[in-house]
């Protein structure tokens, strides 16, 4: 929450129960204020405050608490405001409300603010009703309730306060409080963005990039994420920042993307931060610098954003641009993973079972894998479904071991293809059926997984679940021997001796071989010494 202090002219008006007369000596001050001449301000408010003056009062609480004319001095601020306050004046009671609620000047005391908030509030001082609903929102100063929540942002909102308007908005799309409607927040979030709000630009943007309430518009979700932006809101610059990587209304182009996010991370933004890291990690757009990853990842770590500490716990792990120290590690994933956050989760599985960094605990390992998996990681069901299948740290079961398969498989997980692929094949845990093998098979090959390409040729090459087809078989088995399996080079040999799916040709066959031999496999030597001789 920011402190609701616009300029001395604004607050004056805003002011409502006690504004300025004009030709008044406060009116002076005003104008002295406004030219810079802070002196001068001071020394026409100062008499008019220490003879009971309330506007006067509040004016010199702002000027002690910016420092114009005056050394800042919180302490005095809220003197000046209390005396105000103390007065009836609404915005010194909101400014009061402000300091006690942070411990600005005094010791902190949530339970004093609300009294003053609520004294401004009632007085009908839009900020302070919306300041009076944040207390309630958030459970601060009183016990959460989200009733009184909305019935004050509902008073501020009616006097034309976008934040409020805002507040209600995210209320209303979030079911908070009320029965979601996107309807109604669409309408709050409108009046606010129309009177400059950019967080209410953000959250619309958001609408109709989602397609709730509103047709889904990339384009019209970019415009609106492009004006906060531009304006330096933080969110509305990830947001575009994350149109522009992914082309989602704008056309794809990371150079923008890292720039929009620069300008984000540059105010402490966590997510763009974390997805400077991730740019750097990766060599998106830019060279692969996995040292200056790991900076902006501990930026956002220390921040507590779960996505880094997670990130930043694998560079630990794997030793990228950092010395490897599984124990610095374990600590980064431990407090992604106290989050909730999925990736963590299953790295830190990982530790726990080896005993890496963590004294090994198969049992939390297990607890965390299942958690990662139930989350939608497929590295993590691939995994489960292994433990299962093999009885390893559970009990045999391979009813449970194919649905985690099925569903890691399902996400494209090329070696949870492959082992469906070989249950469909041999008829374990799943029916017999070769032409469902062959499609998984095909699935985990396309990714270039080296063992589904031998055996999708060895079905090609024997009509098994699929038409026979020697070209297929010698083009599967040649992708596979080009990624260095020596079974793959030795067939692909064999192709080449005998013309099978491809011109014969000793030569190339003999080439196979040696590779094959190379790799110490005694068939392939045998076939290259016949040759030979």
């Given at each position: 929450?920011?402190?609701?202090l616009?300029?001395l002219?604004?607050?004056f008006?805003?002011?409502?129960?006690?504004?300025?007369?004009p030709g008044?000596?406060l009116?002076?001050?005003?104008?002295?204020?406004?030219?810079?001449?802070?002196?001068?301000?001071?020394?026409?408010?100062?008499?008019l405050?220490?003879?009971?003056?309330a506007l006067a009062?509040?004016?010199?609480?702002l000027?002690?608490?910016?420092?114009?004319?005056?050394?800042?001095?919180?302490?005095?601020?809220?003197r000046?405001?209390?005396?105000?306050?103390?007065?009836?004046?609404?915005?010194?009671q909101?400014?009061?409300?402000?300091?006690?609620?942070?411990g600005?000047?005094?010791?902190?005391?949530?339970?004093?603010?609300i009294?003053?908030?609520?004294?401004?509030?009632?007085q009908?001082f839009a900020q302070?009703?919306k300041?009076?609903?944040?207390?309630?929102?958030?459970g601060?100063g009183?016990p959460?309730?989200?009733?009184?929540?909305?019935?004050?942002?509902?008073?501020?909102?009616a006097?034309?306060?976008?934040?409020?308007?805002?507040?209600?908005?995210?209320l209303?799309?979030?079911g908070r409080?009320?029965?979601?409607?996107?309807?109604a927040?669409?309408?709050?979030?409108?009046?606010a963005?129309?009177?400059?709000d950019?967080?209410a630009?953000?959250?619309l943007?958001?609408?109709?990039?989602r397609?709730n309430?509103?047709?889904?518009?990339?384009?019209?979700?970019?415009?609106?994420?492009?004006?906060?932006?531009?304006?330096?809101?933080?969110?509305?610059?990830?947001?575009?920042?994350?149109?522009?990587?992914?082309?989602?209304?704008l056309?794809?182009d990371?150079?923008?993307a890292?720039?929009w996010?620069a300008?984000?991370?540059?105010?402490?933004?966590?997510?763009?931060?974390?997805?400077?890291?991730?740019?750097?990690e990766?060599g998106?757009?830019?060279e692969?610098r996995?040292?200056i990853?790991?900076?902006?990842?501990?930026?956002?770590?220390?921040?507590?954003?779960?996505?880094?500490?997670a990130?930043?716990?694998?560079?630990?792990a794997?030793?990228?641009?950092?010395?490897?120290?599984?124990g610095?590690?374990a600590?980064?994933?431990?407090?992604a993973?106290a989050?909730?956050?999925?990736?963590?989760?299953?790295n830190?599985?990982?530790?726990?079972?080896?005993?890496?960094?963590?004294?090994?605990?198969?049992?939390?390992?297990l607890?965390?894998?299942?958690?990662?998996?139930?989350?939608?990681?497929d590295?993590?069901?691939f995994?489960l479904?292994?433990?299962y299948?093999?009885?390893r740290?559970?009990?045999r079961?391979?009813?449970?071991?194919?649905?985690?398969?099925l569903?890691a498989a399902?996400?494209?997980h090329?070696?949870?293809q492959?082992?469906v692929?070989e249950?469909?094949?041999?008829?374990?845990?799943?029916?017999?059926d070769?032409a469902?093998?062959?499609k998984?098979?095909?699935e985990?090959?396309?990714q270039g997984?080296?063992?589904?390409?031998?055996?999708l040729?060895?079905?090609?090459?024997?009509?098994?679940?699929?038409?026979?087809?020697?070209?297929?078989?010698?083009?599967?088995?040649?992708?596979?021997?080009?990624?260095?399996?020596?079974?793959?080079?030795?067939?692909?040999?064999?192709?080449?001796e005998?013309?099978?799916?491809?011109?014969?040709?000793?030569?190339?066959?003999?080439?196979?071989?040696?590779?094959?031999a190379?790799?110490?496999?005694?068939?392939?030597?045998?076939?290259?010494q016949e040759?030979k001789?």
């Amino acid at each position: 929450m920011r402190i609701w202090l616009r300029s001395l002219v604004l607050l004056f008006v805003l002011g409502g129960t006690a504004q300025a007369d004009p030709g008044s000596d406060l009116d002076a001050g005003l104008d002295a204020h406004a030219r810079g001449e802070y002196d001068k301000a001071i020394a026409i408010w100062r008499p008019l405050a220490e003879s009971g003056d309330a506007l006067a009062q509040q004016a010199l609480g702002l000027a002690y608490q910016k420092g114009h004319g005056v050394p800042v001095d919180l302490e005095e601020a809220l003197r000046w405001f209390r005396n105000a306050a103390l007065r009836g004046l609404a915005p010194a009671q909101n400014n009061l409300a402000f300091m006690l609620q942070n411990g600005y000047g005094t010791p902190k005391d949530e339970t004093a603010a609300i009294e003053w908030y609520r004294k401004a509030a009632e007085q009908g001082f839009a900020q302070a009703q919306k300041n009076l609903g944040l207390m309630h929102e958030e459970g601060r100063g009183v016990p959460q309730d989200l009733d009184q929540a909305i019935k004050w942002y509902r008073e501020a909102a009616a006097l034309g306060d976008a934040d409020a308007q805002t507040k209600l908005g995210a209320l209303y799309a979030e079911g908070r409080g009320v029965e979601q409607d996107f309807d109604a927040a669409l309408r709050f979030y409108q009046r606010a963005a129309k009177a400059g709000d950019n967080r209410a630009k953000v959250n619309l943007g958001v609408m109709y990039e989602r397609g709730n309430g509103v047709p889904q518009n990339h384009k019209r979700a970019s415009e609106l994420f492009r004006q906060a932006a531009e304006a330096g809101n933080a969110d509305a610059q990830v947001n575009l920042g994350l149109g522009y990587e992914h082309g989602r209304g704008l056309v794809r182009d990371v150079r923008k993307a890292f720039e929009w996010y620069a300008k984000a991370a540059a105010q402490g933004h966590a997510q763009a931060q974390t997805m400077l890291g991730i740019f750097h990690e990766f060599g998106r757009g830019r060279e692969r610098r996995p040292d200056i990853a790991r900076d902006w990842y501990l930026k956002a770590a220390n921040q507590g954003y779960a996505r880094a500490q997670a990130n930043l716990g694998a560079l630990y792990a794997t030793g990228n641009g950092v010395d490897r120290d599984f124990g610095e590690a374990a600590r980064w994933l431990e407090r992604a993973a106290a989050q909730g956050n999925a990736d963590a989760e299953y790295n830190l599985s990982l530790l726990y079972q080896s005993g890496q960094g963590v004294v090994r605990d198969p049992a939390r390992s297990l607890e965390l894998l299942r958690s990662a998996a139930g989350k939608g990681i497929d590295n993590a069901q691939f995994g489960l479904g292994l433990m299962y299948a093999e009885g390893r740290g559970v009990e045999r079961d391979m009813r449970v071991a194919v649905t985690w398969l099925l569903k890691a498989a399902g996400q494209g997980h090329a070696q949870a293809q492959y082992a469906v692929a070989e249950l469909f094949r041999q008829g374990t845990g799943l029916p017999k059926d070769a032409a469902r093998a062959a499609k998984f098979h095909a699935e985990a090959a396309a990714q270039g997984f080296a063992p589904a390409q031998f055996v999708l040729a060895m079905m090609y090459g024997s009509g098994e679940g699929v038409a026979r087809n020697d070209a297929q078989a010698a083009e599967w088995f040649r992708k596979a021997a080009e990624q260095g399996m020596a079974l793959a080079q030795f067939n692909l040999a064999r192709m080449y001796e005998n013309g099978w799916g491809v011109e014969l040709d000793l030569g190339i066959a003999r080439q196979w071989y040696a590779k094959a031999a190379a790799q110490g496999d005694a068939a392939a030597a045998r076939k290259l010494q016949e040759l030979k001789s």
